[in-house]
Nanobody, 124 residues
Framework: QVQLVESGGGLVQAGGSLRLSCAAS????????MGWFRQAPGKEREFVAA????????YYVDSVKGRFTISRDNAKNTVYLQMNSLKPEDTAVYYC?????????????????WGQGTQVTVSS
């Protein structure tokens, strides 16, 4: 079983930055694609960013492109989401997800393992 634990959320002023971390268990972390999703109150869960097992391929939703950066450190079994130039509309619970695939899924239905989420609140 794979366990994912997010951290790094909090309250930040618009224009500020946060770095989310997702620590994963297991000996095969490097073989998993990793993704970040978010869910705001009253909204559906949406894709934010994803990274391949190799770390070479990344995808971002248009609304965060140029502001967010996903990365991974397989030696530490950790994936990161660096969030810069934050906007109030970025406020949501952020979830990390993992799946053993060489692809880079951008839909939540492709991911089998999920963290519990971390709250990000961006004030105006």
């Amino acid at each position: 079983q794979v366990q994912l634990v997010e951290s790094g959320g909090g309250l930040v002023q618009a224009g500020g930055s946060l770095r989310l971390s997702c620590a994963a268990s297991g000996r095969t972390f490097s073989s998993y694609a990793m993704g970040w999703f978010r869910q705001a109150p009253g909204k559906e869960r949406e894709f934010v960013a994803a990274i391949s097992w190799s770390g070479i391929t990344t995808y971002y939703v248009d609304s965060v492109k140029g502001r967010f950066t996903i990365s991974r450190d397989n030696a530490k079994n950790t994936v990161y989401l660096q969030m810069n130039s934050l906007k109030p509309e970025d406020t949501a619970v952020y979830y990390c997800a993992a799946d053993r695939t060489t692809a880079v899924p951008t839909t939540q239905y492709a991911y089998n393992y999920w963290g519990q989420g971390t709250q990000v609140t961006v004030s105006s």
